[in-house]
């Protein structure tokens, strides 16, 4: 078996047998192919996709190339939440803390930025002496003691992806959705969760550009759950601006806070009670949206959220007097106000231009080697459906660098004008199960 006819046969849309799938990805992780076959293989996918069961098959190869964790020993149902990607999505950062203190144990592996978005993990190492490594006996005690725990994936879990999905990142191979729902799906079996939902975004700052594309991964990520018995259900909701108003890893982190302290951006905190409903329910808190979502927004009233992500940094070696005390973080050089050259209502607001800007500010990543200024983002004044006034402040830029002219101009072609009156979009559009 050779792999340059395996690339040959996706290529031209011939399906691969279970061995073949498993020669690619065991060979992939001891080495015997390297990335440049991989990354063509890849990009075959891309071009003519997998069926469903070459789908399954490549998500059971990834999962099973590494350790499988075992969470008996959490007590309680453990409900893992996954987001597809999104400008500003700090989502892991608000409801990873309102479910567990409901009492339901969140044990959570996340992944560092990938593309325009920015990751989890690199968010939370903006927060000083935070360690986003451990060892899973202490994964385990963690999640018992205070119901959350948000980690990196080891070498031994699922390293087929761990490769995979950094080499996606440079290779122009993120958004393929039997590579997204294989990548998703395999660290979320091997993560030991027994239920999983799904935020599948759309729109122009997601991998899912439409809302047909963001179901077909929901329900083909779903189909791999179900197949493998865990409660598996998907959110579908829209990124077609960034969520809340930060963009950029320390202010991501302060914007969660302060939805936690209970005055965060209304998209943001309405998309995490809506997710966190649909947890407590798999969790079997409660059968009843109403009173699911009641929980939710007294544990954010109590403080009691906030408390639980504070012994979560504090567990993990991360200080904690940030989360009390967000003016810690260090500022940037520069806060630079971008202002409006037009006058009227935003019709549209590129996501994705906006997190390009912050990552070519240093907010993200454009190689797997390139380090992360954690200080470094955009505030946004204006979103779509706001009326706004020549001069008016569009955008504070965080920066160490300056802005350039370039970058100037690509914050104001993300913005689009109409006089006419803008409704603000709806956040949630369905749920599937």
């Given at each position: 078996?050779?792999?340059?006819?395996?690339?040959?046969?996706?290529?031209?849309?011939?399906?691969?047998?279970?061995?073949?799938?498993?020669?690619?990805?065991?060979?992939?992780?001891?080495?015997?192919?390297?990335?440049?076959?991989?990354?063509?293989?890849?990009?075959?996918?891309?071009?003519?996709?997998?069926?469903?069961?070459?789908?399954?098959?490549?998500?059971?190869?990834?999962?099973?190339?590494?350790?499988?964790?075992?969470?008996?020993?959490?007590?309680?149902?453990?409900?893992?939440?996954?987001?597809?990607?999104?400008?500003?999505?700090?989502?892991?950062?608000?409801?990873?803390?309102?479910?567990?203190?409901?009492?339901?144990?969140?044990?959570?592996?996340?992944?560092?930025?990938?593309?325009?978005?920015?990751?989890?993990?690199?968010?939370?190492?903006?927060?000083?002496?935070?360690?986003?490594?451990?060892?899973?006996?202490?994964?385990?005690?963690?999640?018992?003691?205070?119901?959350?725990?948000?980690?990196?994936?080891?070498?031994?879990?699922?390293?087929?992806?761990?490769?995979?999905?950094?080499?996606?990142?440079?290779?122009?191979?993120?958004?393929?959705?039997?590579?997204?729902?294989?990548?998703?799906?395999?660290?979320?079996?091997?993560?030991?969760?027994?239920?999983?939902?799904?935020?599948?975004?759309?729109?122009?700052?997601?991998?899912?550009?439409?809302?047909?594309d963001a179901k077909t991964l929901a329900r083909t990520m779903i189909e791999i759950g179900d197949s493998l018995g865990k409660d598996t259900r998907a959110t579908i909701s829209n990124m077609s601006q960034p969520l809340g108003h930060a963009i950029g890893n320390s202010l991501e982190v302060r914007e969660a806070i302060d939805t936690l302290n209970?005055?965060?951006?209304?998209?943001?905190?309405?998309?995490?009670?809506?997710?966190?409903?649909?947890?407590?329910?798999?969790?079997?808190?409660?059968?009843?949206?109403?009173?699911?979502?009641?929980?939710?927004?007294?544990?954010?009233?109590?403080?009691?959220?906030?408390?639980?992500?504070?012994?979560?940094?504090?567990?993990?070696?991360?200080?904690?007097?940030?989360?009390?005390?967000?003016e810690m973080f260090p500022k940037p050089k520069e806060v630079i106000a971008v202002r409006s050259l037009k006058e009227g209502y935003v019709q549209d607001l590129e996501a994705m231009t906006l997190g390009l800007v912050s990552m070519k500010l240093g907010g993200g990543r454009q190689t797997t080697?390139?380090?992360?200024?954690?200080?470094?983002?955009?505030?946004?004044?204006?979103?779509?459906?706001?009326?706004?006034?020549?001069?008016?402040?569009?955008?504070?830029?965080?920066?160490?660098?300056?802005?350039?002219?370039?970058?100037?101009?690509?914050?104001?072609?993300?913005?689009?004008?109409?006089?006419?009156?803008?409704?603000?979009?709806?956040?949630?559009?369905?749920?599937?199960?």
């Amino acid at each position: 078996m050779r792999m340059v006819d395996l690339i040959q046969k996706t290529r031209d849309g011939i399906e691969l047998t279970d061995e073949e799938i498993h020669f690619i990805i065991d060979g992939y992780v001891h080495e015997k192919i390297p990335d440049y076959q991989m990354s063509a293989w890849m990009m075959a996918i891309c071009f003519q996709g997998l069926t469903k069961r070459e789908t399954a098959t490549l998500t059971k190869e990834m999962m099973h190339s590494g350790d499988v964790i075992d969470l008996s020993a959490i007590e309680g149902i453990k409900v893992d939440k996954h987001s597809t990607g999104g400008v500003g999505d700090k989502t892991s950062l608000v409801l990873g803390p309102i479910v567990a203190a409901c009492g339901v144990p969140v044990a959570k592996m996340s992944g560092r930025g990938l593309g325009h978005t920015g990751g989890t993990l690199d968010k939370l190492e903006s927060i000083p002496g935070l360690n986003i490594m451990m060892s899973e006996e202490d994964f385990v005690k963690q999640v018992n003691d205070c119901h959350l725990a948000i980690i990196g994936q080891s070498a031994h879990l699922d390293p087929a992806d761990k490769k995979m999905y950094a080499l996606r990142d440079v290779t122009a191979t993120v958004s393929c959705i039997p590579l997204i729902a294989s990548s998703i799906m395999s660290k979320k079996l091997a993560a030991g969760s027994d239920a999983i939902l799904l935020d599948v975004k759309y729109g122009d700052g997601a991998f899912m550009k439409t809302i047909e594309d963001a179901k077909t991964l929901a329900r083909t990520m779903i189909e791999i759950g179900d197949s493998l018995g865990k409660d598996t259900r998907a959110t579908i909701s829209n990124m077609s601006q960034p969520l809340g108003h930060a963009i950029g890893n320390s202010l991501e982190v302060r914007e969660a806070i302060d939805t936690l302290n209970g005055h965060g951006p209304k998209d943001l905190l309405e998309l995490c009670l809506q997710a966190g409903t649909h947890m407590l329910i798999q969790a079997q808190k409660t059968d009843s949206q109403i009173t699911a979502r009641k929980m939710l927004e007294d544990v954010i009233v109590s403080k009691e959220a906030l408390r639980t992500l504070c012994a979560m940094v504090k567990a993990q070696g991360g200080d904690d007097a940030y989360i009390r005390h967000p003016e810690m973080f260090p500022k940037p050089k520069e806060v630079i106000a971008v202002r409006s050259l037009k006058e009227g209502y935003v019709q549209d607001l590129e996501a994705m231009t906006l997190g390009l800007v912050s990552m070519k500010l240093g907010g993200g990543r454009q190689t797997t080697d390139d380090e992360i200024d954690y200080s470094v983002g955009l505030i946004l004044h204006k979103k779509i459906g706001d009326y706004v006034k020549k001069d008016d402040v569009l955008v504070s830029v965080y920066t160490n660098t300056g802005l350039s002219k370039e970058l100037k101009d690509d914050i104001y072609s993300a913005y689009h004008f109409t006089d006419e009156f803008v409704a603000k979009p709806v956040l949630i559009d369905e749920v599937l199960s």
